[in-house]
Nanobody
Framework: QVQLVESGGGLVQPGGSLRLSCAASGISFNIYTVGWYRQAPGQQREMVASITRGGYTNYVDSVKGRFTIAKDNAKNTVYLEMNSLKPEDTAVYYC?????????WGQGTQVTVSS
């Protein structure tokens, strides 16, 4: 049974930073492209960053230069380092493989950027 557990969210002021973690069990991130996704209230879920098996990364334009995705194969964990956060980054953040598998979605972690 695959389980993805996101953590590290919270309330941060504009310009602040957070580091999200996604720990996996029942699946090896080493053989998949993995993505971080987010869903803001009233909006569709979007992928903001992804990392391939070989470590190639890709970002949506709105987070380029501010977010960094990385993975630790030994820990089977993927991270999202978020800097220079903006109020529009407020959302629930999820991880999943890319393309996403419906049954892999976890609970996500809430990120709120507000003064």
């Amino acid at each position: 049974q695959v389980q993805l557990v996101e953590s590290g969210g919270g309330l941060v002021q504009p310009g602040g930073s957070l580091r999200l973690s996604c720990a996996a069990s029942g699946i090896s991130f080493n053989i998949y492209t993995v993505g971080w996704y987010r869903q803001a209230p009233g909006q569709q879920r979007e992928m903001v960053a992804s990392i391939t098996r070989g470590g190639y990364t890709n970002y949506v334009d709105s987070v380029k230069g501010r977010f960094t995705i990385a993975k630790d194969n030994a820990k089977n964990t993927v991270y999202l380092e978020m800097n220079s956060l903006k109020p529009e980054d407020t959302a629930v953040y999820y991880c999943n493989v890319n393309p996403p598998v419906r049954v892999f979605w976890g609970q996500g972690t809430q990120v709120t950027v507000s003064s």
